[in-house]
C-alpha cells in the first residue's frame, strides 16, 4: 500500500477489503433530554460492539490484509486495545503476534490478548516504553511492525467508523470523538471538513492540545483515568496534518467527569464503556461542549473492554415463596 495520506476514496477502498472480518456497529438515536440535556438529538455510534471490544480491530485488520506479513508474524505497542486488536486479528487469520504492554493496562485488556493468543509482554510504565520495546524486538526478529496510531494503514481503517457512520446518520452536524490519534485522524480524512468535528482529550494528557498550541506533534504528560487507551506521549506525525486542518476543536475533560459519563451512559441505557470510550460523551454531559437546539451530534463510543461490571458476584438468594410479579 503507497503512504499517499489517507482520503475519502482509500478508506472506501480500504472497508471493502475489511468488511468481511468487521462488524457494522450499530447506531443509537436518542433525546437529550433522557440525560437532563437539551432537546438535542443525540446519536450513539456503538463501536465499542466491534470485534476485540474497539474500533481498532478495523485498523489491525486493515494492516494484516494490505501488507505482506512475514513469518516471523506481526508485533505491536498498545496501551491495551491496540493489542487486543493485533491479537483478535492475527489469531483469525492464523498470524503469529507478540504484544508489549505497559503496567497501566487494564487487566480485562491483558486477559483478551492472552485469551486471543498472541504472546504478551508487560514493560515498562507508559505506552513509549512498550513501543521501545516492541521496537527493539521487531528489529531483533524481523516481525511487521503495527504502529497503534502512526501509520497510514492505521488510519484508513479507523477511517472506517467514519465512513460507516455517515452511511448509518448521514444528516450529521457535529461529531465528538475521542483523542488518542488514529481515530480521529481517520475519522478527520473521511468527513474532511463535511461536518463539525470536535477532538475529546484528559486533562491529563493533552497531547492533541499541545500539538496545536505548538504546531507541531510535542511530548505531553500521559496520565488519568484513561491512559490506557488515551495517553500517547505524543501525536501521531501522520494524523497532525489531518486534525490541523480538519478538527474544529479540541476540549479537555477531568477523570471526574469521564466517570460520571460512564456511570450515566449505563444508568440510562445500559451501556458500559471503558474510561476510554465515555471520553467523548463526557464532553457533552459536562457542558463543555454546547450544541445548538437543532444541532444532531455525534457521539463516537469507542472501547468496552472493562470490567465495571461484575457477574461473578453471587446474587442475593430468592426465598422459595417469593412472588415471580
Not at 482509500?10 to 472480518?21: C, D, L, N, S
Not at 472501547?303 to 415463596?321: C, L, Q, R
Request: charged fraction near 20%; hydrophobic fraction near 45%; proline fraction near 6%.
Amino acid at each position: 500500500m503507497t503512504k499517499m495520506p489517507p482520503d475519502r476514496q482509500r478508506i472506501a477502498a480500504v472497508e471493502k477489503i475489511i468488511r468481511p472480518h468487521v462488524r457494522r456497529t450499530p447506531v443509537l438515536e436518542v433525546s437529550g433530554a433522557d440525560f437532563r440535556l437539551d432537546s438535542t438529538s443525540l446519536i450513539f455510534k456503538l463501536e465499542f460492539l466491534q470485534h476485540a471490544g474497539s474500533f481498532k480491530a478495523r485498523g489491525a485488520f486493515t494492516h494484516l490484509l494490505t501488507r505482506e506479513v512475514p513469518a516471523a508474524g506481526v508485533v505491536a505497542a498498545s496501551g491495551g486495545n491496540h493489542g487486543v486488536a493485533v491479537s483478535f486479528a492475527a489469531g483469525k487469520l492464523g498470524i503469529p503476534a507478540k504484544i508489549f504492554i505497559p503496567t497501566v493496562a487494564s487487566p480485562e485488556k491483558i486477559e483478551r490478548i492472552r485469551g486471543y493468543g498472541a504472546q504478551l509482554v508487560i514493560t515498562g510504565e507508559r505506552y513509549a516504553d512498550a513501543l521501545a520495546a516492541s521496537e527493539a524486538w521487531g528489529a531483533q526478529s524481523g516481525a511487521m511492525p503495527i504502529h497503534a496510531y502512526d501509520q497510514i494503514e492505521t488510519l484508513l481503517g479507523q477511517g472506517t467508523v467514519g465512513l460507516e457512520f455517515e452511511e448509518q446518520y448521514p444528516q450529521l452536524d457535529t461529531l465528538l470523538v475521542a483523542v488518542g490519534g488514529g481515530l480521529i485522524g481517520g475519522v478527520a480524512a473521511w468527513y474532511a471538513g463535511k461536518i463539525k468535528l470536535i477532538g475529546v482529550e484528559p486533562e491529563a494528557a493533552p497531547t492533541l492540545s499541545s500539538a496545536l498550541r505548538a504546531g507541531r506533534p510535542v511530548d505531553s504528560p500521559a496520565g488519568g483515568i484513561a491512559a490506557d487507551s488515551l495517553a500517547p506521549k505524543r501525536v501521531g506525525e501522520l494524523m497532525f496534518p489531518l486534525a490541523q486542518k480538519f478538527v474544529n476543536n479540541v476540549i479537555l475533560i477531568s477523570d471526574e467527569e469521564i466517570l460520571r459519563a460512564q456511570e450515566m451512559l449505563w444508568t440510562v441505557l445500559r451501556i458500559v464503556t471503558e474510561p476510554g470510550g465515555a471520553a467523548a460523551f463526557a464532553a457533552l454531559l459536562s457542558g463543555h461542549y454546547q450544541p445548538t437546539p437543532q444541532e444532531r451530534v455525534g457521539i463516537l463510543l469507542c472501547g468496552g473492554n472493562t470490567i465495571a461490571v461484575n457477574f461473578t458476584a453471587t446474587p442475593a438468594k430468592i426465598p422459595a415463596h417469593a412472588s415471580n410479579a
